[in-house]
């Protein structure tokens, strides 16, 4: 992974304080560089984070128009069935409910 945060903060840094400011610029970058490549490593995802990441995308989307509809609920939960498998689904099913129920909308036909 190549990593530009040090090159990129001596330029500017250059560019606004002179030498001084590229050197400062240079560290700060450098500083930078190691700790988003600390994140990187530590971002891994889990067993069921797709799953539930489609979830919230799936309830973004039912919601966008005010009303949640019974025909929507019903492809989702088929979607899933054939995606992931009955368990999986049923426990992704109570998950979304709690999704959609903070907000007040009810599942009309």
């Given at each position: 992974?190549?990593?530009?945060?040090?090159?990129?903060?001596?330029?500017?840094?250059?560019?606004?304080?002179?030498?001084?400011?590229?050197?400062?610029?240079?560290?700060?970058?450098?500083?930078?560089?190691?700790?988003?490549?600390?994140?990187?490593?530590?971002?891994?995802?889990?067993?069921?984070?797709?799953?539930?990441?489609?979830?919230?995308?799936s309830?973004a989307?039912m919601?966008?128009?005010?009303?949640?509809?019974?025909s929507?609920?019903?492809?989702?939960?088929?979607?899933?069935?054939?995606?992931?498998?009955?368990?999986?689904?049923?426990?992704?099913?109570?998950?979304?409910?709690?999704?959609?129920?903070?907000?007040?909308?009810?599942?009309?036909?």
């Amino acid at each position: 992974m190549i990593k530009f945060g040090k090159w990129l903060g001596g330029g500017l840094g250059w560019a606004v304080g002179g030498p001084i400011g590229g050197l400062l610029g240079f560290v700060i970058g450098s500083a930078f560089d190691e700790l988003s490549g600390a994140l990187v490593q530590k971002g891994t995802t889990g067993n069921g984070d797709f799953s539930v990441s489609l979830l919230i995308l799936s309830a973004a989307v039912m919601k966008a128009d005010g009303k949640l509809l019974k025909s929507e609920l019903e492809y989702i939960k088929t979607f899933f069935l054939h995606q992931f498998g009955k368990e999986t689904t049923e426990q992704r099913m109570l998950l979304f409910k709690e999704i959609l129920s903070p907000h007040g909308l009810q599942i009309s036909s």
